[in-house]
Structure formats: structure tokens, C-alpha cells
């Protein structure tokens, strides 16, 4: 359920939103008949969300064809003319150089980088977020970039939902491996990105339906092992409503407060 403006959305308004990217139909329309719900003080908050959603799918995609490769955080790699390889395995945005710049360059020399799947997500969100403001504004804001994990992302909080359902296009989701193999504990899960039309990317694994997905990480299991993995009952999402305020301009504060959220990490 979607209400905005303390107005119910109704299904003759999905058109509307035509003009948010290719996959807003699909997006809004999900929304609409999710038994979750999504509140909006006006439109604008909710037209905000459905653009930066398309643009997740967009970002999703279009990092699964850049040529990235998967490493666990010891063999991280990044193209260091954009940024410092950090002890840990993060990618430090070197000084001097624009921080749209910098994650534009993972995508068109994607050859160079070598990453985990949660520092994927991050990607994906941060390249969706300067589709959906503009980049001075992101540059503006944004001129320390940390990849890592989830944490460490001052002006990109996230919110953990549960009971999410069939979850939303531009979900992050978690296929867990509750019972996965010692030697390859990197297949303990595998964080992904709804890209409607029931199809996910994850790192490392690629663009793939559920199933297919839960196939995959079957087959890292230890001896013996009786639970297959699983597609968990909840979503990793940006905090929309405080980026949207963000690309306003408003006040910054409030997203230092709602950085402070409890993230999930897996």
C-alpha cells in the first residue's frame, strides 16, 4: 500500500510514473500491492524513490557487464589512480579526484577491480544515487568515499525491512547458506539485487532467478549438510526519505542522525 499526502494510491495513477525510468511500472505497481507500507509526506518523495529504485536495476545490470570480478576483501583490487587500497580491502577515494568519477571508472574499467559482494551493493546504491541527483550534488556531498561493507556511509544510510514478502524491484536481498562448507565460507550467502520480473544479481554469482541462486550456494554446503539455502523474509534498502531530503539541499543533519540506524549486515 502506498499513501501520499494521507491519500491512498490508487491503481489509474501507475502511468504517472512512466517518465522515472523503464522499469517504474513494474516498481510502482509492486509497491501499490505490497502488504507493506510505504508512506510519502507528498509525490515527491515517492518519485524520488521509484527513480532511484530504476536506477539500482540499472546499476545492477550494468555492473554485472563492466568486468568486474569477485575477491574476498584480501584480494581486493581497484584501479589506484581513483583510489587507495586500503590493509582491509576498502577502496579509499584518493584526494583530488570527483567521487562520481571515481564509481563511474568501476564501471567502465571494471577489469581492474576485484571486490566483495556486500562492497557490490554499495556500488550498485552510489551509482543509482548520481543517476538520481544530480552529480554536482553528489560530488558536493559525498567527497570521502569509503568502500568497504555496509558500514562507514555517512550520507547513504540504510534501513533493514523484514517481512518483506516478494520484497520490492531495487531490493537488496539474502540468499543464506545456513549450512555452508568450512573451506569456502565466502558461499555462506550471497547478497543480490531484485531486478523484477523474478530475476537477481548477485556478485559473483550473476543474474540468475531464485532458484537458480539457491542451486548455486547448494553446492558449497558441507558433508552432510540437510538445510538448503534460502531466500530470507527481508530487504536491505536505502533510507530514501533521507536522501531524498538530501538532494534538496535540506539540511544534512538528519542524515547524520539516520546513519546511525543499525544496519544489517551479513
Known amino acids: 500500500m502506498i499513501i501520499t499526502s494521507g491519500q491512498t494510491f490508487t491503481a489509474d495513477m501507475y502511468g504517472s510514473f512512466a517518465e522515472s ?75 583530488g579526484i570527483q567521487p562520481s568519477a571515481a564509481i563511474d571508472d568501476i564501471f567502465q574499467n571494471g577489469e581492474a577491480y576485484a571486490f566483495e559482494c556486500a562492497t557490490a551493493m554499495m556500488i550498485v546504491f552510489y551509482k543509482a544515487l548520481i543517476k538520481t541527483i544530480s552529480q554536482e550534488r553528489f560530488n558536493e556531498v ?23 514478502g516478494q520484497g520490492i524491484p531495487g531490493d537488496v536481498r539474502y540468499f543464506k547458506n545456513p549450512e ?48 538448503s539455502a534460502f531466500l530470507m523474509n527481508s530487504a536491505t534498502r536505502p533510507d530514501y526519505l533521507s536522501l531524498s531530503a538530501l538532494a534538496d539541499g535540506s539540511q544534512m543533519e538528519g542524515i547524520r542522525i539516520a546513519a546511525g540506524t543499525s544496519f544489517y549486515t551479513f
Open 21 to 95: 525510468g523503464r522499469y517504474a511500472p513494474v516498481i510502482i505497481r509492486m509497491m501499490a500491492e505490497s502488504s507493506e507500507l510505504f508512506a510519502y509526506p507528498s509525490r515527491h518523495e515517492l518519485t524520488f524513490e521509484i527513480k532511484m529504485r530504476n536506477e539500482t536495476i540499472e546499476a545492477a545490470r550494468a555492473l554485472f557487464s563492466s568486468g568486474v570480478a569477485f575477491a574476498t576483501f584480501y584480494y581486493s583490487a581497484c584501479n589506484e589512480t581513483f583510489w587507495n587500497l586500503t590493509g582491509d580491502g576498502g577502496f579509499e577515494l584518493r584526494t
Open 142 to 164: 559525498f567527497q570521502h568515499l569509503y568502500l568497504w561493507d555496509w558500514q562507514n556511509h555517512p550520507f547513504l544510510p540504510l534501513k533493514n525491512a523484514h517481512h518483506v
Open 180 to 227: 555452508v562448507n568450512p573451506q569456502t565460507p565466502q558461499w555462506q550467502g550471497e547478497n543480490a539485487v531484485d531486478l523484477s520480473n523474478h530475476l537477481y544479481y548477485g556478485h559473483g554469482i550473476g543474474t540468475l532467478s531464485a532458484d537458480q541462486i539457491i542451486n548455486e550456494l547448494n553446492k558449497y554446503r558441507r558433508r552432510g549438510a540437510e538445510i
